[in-house]
Nanobody, 123 residues
Framework: VQLPASGGGSVQAGVSLRLSCAAS????????MGWFRQAPGKEREFVAA????????YYADSVKGRFTISRDNAKNTVYLQMNSLKPEDTAVYYC?????????????????WGQGTLVTVSS
């Protein structure tokens, strides 16, 4: 499955952005989805995940209460709504897919990755 992410940009702290990832090449509803990010010089880290149906979600503590992951299986798209952005949210954001039933938070559990979209938050 292909996972091109979009919606990144350069913004000031406190504003919102919504990332999108429109999947193609597979049956989207059969994949659990996740968002990860990688800041310069740092390892890729988990941000949020959502189950196949969208009924379950899970967040990293650093984004809980500010970010919301959602999906529209009719549109083959997963979203990441990011509110109250902080400079430490600056990173390349990737969406990823896996075929397990449970929510996964480890990058090694994901079999498909998009190319990423850059989010830069200035203070």
């Amino acid at each position: 499955v292909q996972l091109p992410a979009s919606g990144g940009g350069s913004v000031q702290a406190g504003v919102s952005l919504r990332l999108s990832c429109a999947a193609s090449g597979g049956t989207f509803s059969r994949y659990g989805m996740g968002w990860f990010r990688q800041a310069p010089g740092k390892e890729r880290e988990f941000v949020a995940a959502i189950s196949r149906s969208g009924g379950s979600t899970y967040y990293a503590d650093s984004v809980k209460g500010r970010f919301t992951i959602s999906r529209d299986n009719a549109k083959n798209t997963v979203y990441l709504q990011m509110n109250s952005l902080k400079p430490e949210d600056t990173a390349v954001y990737y969406c990823a897919a896996h075929k397990a039933v449970s929510i996964m938070i480890s990058p090694s559990e994901y079999s498909s990755w998009g190319q990423g979209t850059l989010v830069t938050v200035s203070s």
